[in-house]
């Protein structure tokens, strides 16, 4: 019997991909992800076009984005229909001839959501109305519609609270101040 001698094992050799799997992997990708945008758009946002492009033609600039569901599927979540618009009316307005027309805008965008019902069974409609005063400054302002009891609007926060006290909102163009209160100082001496 011969024997040899003891030989390191060879290093495995390295993992290699060729150009065309490569080439071939990214349209795999590519047509993965559009696949997946265009069901993301027909399933979930196509419902509510119409209403999109209602709300566009009656207020043209307006840019509305148009979604609806629940906040939690899991829980008893009343279904809501929520849209947000853009306005050359500045929504925080103290003027009253602004305020009637943010009423009627109200009102109409209600109107077209009734007639072209693009959620059945919406117990809610929330309307964030904004307008763009300068490149990262937001006016906004937003209101809920219970759609079953024919209610009043109620103004509503940015987690869609009902807002119970009115409040002033802070003006953009002068800056904020705070104030803080005089107190007594003592003088200890040793």
Do not use: C
């Amino acid at each position: 019997m011969t024997t040899s001698p003891v030989t390191a094992a060879n290093p495995a050799k390295p993992f290699f991909l060729s150009g065309r799997t490569i080439v071939a992997l990214m349209f795999l990708l590519g047509i993965l992800a559009t696949s997946f945008l265009y069901a993301y758009w027909t399933l979930h946002l196509m419902p509510f076009m119409p209403l999109q492009e209602a709300i566009v033609a009656e207020f043209p600039g307006s840019a509305p984005r148009v979604d609806g569901g629940q906040k939690k599927m899991h829980k008893d979540t009343p279904l809501i229909l929520r849209i947000a618009m853009k306005s050359e009316l500045d929504p925080l307005s103290e003027n009253t001839e602004d305020q009637q027309e943010m009423a009627r805008i109200r009102n109409r965008v209600a109107e077209l959501s009734r007639s072209l019902d693009p959620l059945p069974g919406v117990e809610l409609l929330e309307l964030h109305i904004y307008k763009l005063v300068e490149e990262e400054a937001i006016r906004k302002r937003s209101w809920r519609l219970d759609m079953q009891q024919q209610s009043e609007w109620s103004e509503i926060d940015e987690r869609g609270r009902e807002l119970t006290v009115q409040k002033n909102p802070p003006r953009t163009d002068a800056p904020a101040t705070k104030t803080v209160p005089e107190t007594e100082t003592e003088t200890v001496t040793p």
